[in-house]
């Protein structure tokens, strides 16, 4: 069966710093596979943050993810911080992929690398809409 592969950015445009709590460690005593996604979701609310939206407003729309796929690169423990970077690239005309690696803050030891396919999404039509010029504009400053 092929592994994943996670091609990175040369740069990523947003960066943000979360740590690991008691409830984020699986029996294996390391960050557990589902707390990772929640991590990556909590930043990916804190990138949008960044650049003035929500999740439910980007121009006007809302975004769903579509698909995630992620690699493990070595374990993370209770009491380390995290250093999540993320950019968007890969549009098309409906979304992007959202990219993005965790690190150690400490050691820069690389954790997981991975990415969200988002959709950009109308609510009230309650269907995929076009991605907002206004919004690629922003993440390829």
């Keep these: 069966m092929p592994r994943i592969k996670i091609e990175l950015p040369e740069r ?21 596979n589902t707390a990772l ?8 609310v804190r990138f949008f943050k960044s650049l003035g939206y929500s999740e439910l407003d980007v121009e006007g729309v809302g975004i769903v993810v579509a698909d995630v796929a992620a690699q493990y690169r070595s374990e ?3 009491g380390e911080t995290l250093v999540i970077e993320m950019a968007a690239n890969d549009f098309n005309k409906l979304g992007c992929d959202l990219v993005w690696r965790l ?3 400490a050691t820069g030891r ?9 959709v950009f999404f109308d609510y009230t039509a309650r269907k995929p809409t076009s991605v907002p010029p206004a919004f690629v504009a922003k993440v390829s400053a």
């Design 37 to 44: 996604i929640s991590l990556v979701s909590e930043a990916r």
């Design 103 to 105: 690190s150690d803050k």
């Design 76 to 78: 993370a423990f209770h």
């Design 110 to 118: 690389e954790v997981a690398r991975g990415k969200h396919g988002i």
């Design 12 to 32: 990523f445009s947003f960066s943000t710093e979360v740590p690991i709590y008691i409830g984020h460690i699986n029996y294996g005593h390391h960050l557990d």
